[in-house]
């Protein structure tokens, strides 16, 4: 063995986790809009190259309400990892989201605000 060349050897990489993002929206509304904007933003910070996002439009497709159970929009469902998480509205409350995302831990003995 040449220790040289066996110091080069690199250990694979860690699978990276992947998370899948629905983002269920009924046109081009300004809630639609700021939702779609304000995740954009959270995953590019917090996911970086880690994600898939999907945005659904109900009023082209509304059948595909039902396979999430959409009962309000827009609505955030994150079908990956799991469990399956669900948050509803525009998104604007970051640190609201990245608690429901599981992205950061919920703060200890305190309101949450709502």
Same mark, same amino acid.
């Given at each position: 063995m040449n220790p040289t060349?066996?110091? @080069?050897k690199t250990t694979p990489a860690e699978?990276?986790? #992947?998370?899948? #993002?629905r983002l269920y929206?009924?046109?081009?509304?300004p809630k639609s809009l700021a939702a779609? %904007?304000? #995740?954009?933003? #959270?995953c590019e910070e917090h996911l970086q190259?880690?994600?898939v996002l999907e945005v659904i439009d109900l009023l082209k497709t509304p059948q595909l309400a039902e396979d999430d159970?959409?009962? %309000?929009?827009?609505? @955030?469902?994150?079908k990956l990892p799991v469990p399956i998480r669900k948050i509803i509205?525009? @998104?604007s409350n970051t640190e609201r989201v990245l608690v429901g995302l599981d992205l950061r831990p919920r703060a200890s003995g305190g309101n949450d605000g709502n």
């Open positions: 060349t066996d110091s @080069l699978p990276v986790e #992947l998370w899948e #993002l929206v009924a046109g081009q509304t779609f %904007a304000n #995740l954009k933003r #959270l190259e880690r994600y159970q959409i009962l %309000a929009v827009p609505t @955030l469902v994150r509205g525009d @998104l």
